[in-house]
């Protein structure tokens, strides 16, 4: 097996703007997904986070970075 590597000039790259304002800045936010204990593969409540971006501006999360 090889590994591949991939080169990407970030300079080359797209900044990604909020949908909402055109800010170009993010910061990361959770979302807590609550596993009911009859999905659980234990049997148990569990609460899983998941990491989105936000806007540091307006707090808004684009759609293709979100679900
Ligand atoms: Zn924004």
Redesign the pocket.
């Known amino acids: 097996m090889q590994n591949k590597q991939i080169q990407v000039n970030l300079k080359d790259a797209e900044d990604v703007k909020?949908e909402?304002?055109e800010?170009l800045y993010f910061k990361p936010v959770f979302r807590i997904k609550r596993i009911s204990p009859l999905i659980s593969p234990n049997g148990k409540e569990a609460f899983v986070p998941v990491q989105l971006l936000a806007?540091t501006?307006?707090g808004?999360i684009n759609k293709d970075m979100g679900e």
């Open positions: 909020c909402s304002c800010n806007c501006s307006c808004h």
